[in-house]
């Protein structure tokens, strides 16, 4: 045992679970007798207001291009770097959410390349002692087999500036507001077998960044980039030659580009006559998202030489125990632990779980106040909307509040081609309009009028008074009972009066439909449906068609 033990530490692709490599064997009948080894990557743009090493504030996409560039973000000589303290924190929670070792010293180091989108000709990055080491990312989700990545470190780094081309014009703009904003490299071993497990990865990866408020993760902003080494080689072999696809910016092109990477790589060993000396060139490799294939960008004898070396402008980045558990104990409730309560407590579906799960909202987490702010997210916002009392002096049935959410409010947030970040119904306000379906002052119809003119007109008025000035307040079949108190259910029509305006709108169309109401009085109730239908598009789903119904039938039975 101690000798497989050491085996493994000298070789890290042995010390994969045995058990897991079995079952990937078994599994994947897409590529049988091979073995497909992944490992990741991930940059992932720190959620903090300034830059990692100057005052400048970070931006959002589409800003005026130089907007937020301090002198030492252009690398002016003689400007030196300032280490922001709040980018340090949200890393480390990063890095305490999966697990890791966080040494009490680490320290920064520069890269060295030249490319126009980076002003001092070198990134400062952690190569040597990064923040944290030796994590652990178990992911357990639904549709694949539970499994576990270890984290090999998290380092903290610069990102860089934007470089773009016109090719009319054939001049080179470059925009500086990304310029040194903080990142966290990422970096799994090679502990992912397939495509799926790799495509889980990123996600639960995701998961963990929001929850924690660290990064937005938002792959089509560019806040969460991939790199994705693969190899492949045959079941009982030593493990093939990694190539690294750079830059994968969806889930949907990560799995893509491992699957085509799998076939090329196959198609380079199955071609080779002797198996000892061929195998596949180790390539820094780029995906064309049109024709989904991986294209060689440069080769391992063409690799850059980055000259690492420390940064003598920063000193070593010396962590106390004291600040490590403060933050250790500032830490949310995680992923996996959501996703458990969520089935647990509420009853919800998978499938409603993981839509709450992976929607794109982020915690705002204000460290320096010493206060983290409780959730903030859809899920958050989905307990209180349970949690709190209805306007009816009732709890909200979880499963009918997960079907507004996910349904109706995410729904129409998408077709507007907004995130839940952007939606500013409060949840007072979305829970007023659950109850005034549920109690059917409204009808389901109007409720969601209702909610798509709540979106597009943000107002803080409550619910009922917005549906009352639409005049959406569902038309109740009665008349308010002798009492005062509304009463939708009364035992029998002729216990009360139909209101007027339900009535005239009875009335009218069945005065414009008379062989309708003809056959009807004959006893053909199913042409019934053809007047209440015509009800309840003057009335412009306000009607219920239930009492609609019923007021119909009385009607023509009352006129026989
Ligand atoms: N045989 C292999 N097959 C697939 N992936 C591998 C293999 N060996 C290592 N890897 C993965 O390659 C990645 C190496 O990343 P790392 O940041 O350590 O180095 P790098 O890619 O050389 O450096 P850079 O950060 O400059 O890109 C890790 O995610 C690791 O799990
Ligand atoms: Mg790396
Ligand atoms: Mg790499």
Redesign the pocket.
Known sequence: MLGHLRQCRAN??CTRRLFHDIRAYKADKRWPGWQV?????THAQIKSRHKLFSDSLTSDLGEPPNRHVSLFDAAFPGTLPRLNQKSVDLALRTALALQCDIPSQSSFDR?HYFYSDLPAGYQI?QQYAPLALNGRLTIDVPNIPSFAVRI??VQLEQDTAKSTFDPRTRTASIDLNRAGTGLM?I?????LRSPEEAGAYVRMLQAVLRAVGSSDGNMEQGSLRC?V???VNRIGRP????C?IKNLNSVRFIMAAIIHEVTRQRAILDSASDLETVGVPQETRGFDEHRFETYKLRSKEDAPD?RYMPDPNLGVLRLTQDRISQLRGTLPELPWDTRKRLRGNYGLSERDVEVLLNVDSVREVKLDGEEVEGNSGAVAYFDRLCNEQGTNGRSRDPKVVVNWMTHELLGQLSARKQSFADNQISVQQMGELIDLVQSKVITGTSGKLLLRHMLANPSPLRTQQIAENLQLTALSPFFPSSTGARSTSPTSLQDTKPSPELYGLCLDAINALPSEAAAVKNGNKNVLNKIVGRVMKESRGRADAKSVKALVEELLSVNE
């Open positions: 890290p692709l080894v992944i490992g990741i990557e890269k990055t090999k470190q490299e970096v799994s071993e090679p502990d790199d080494n693969v190899s493990p093939g030659t990694r690294e980055y």
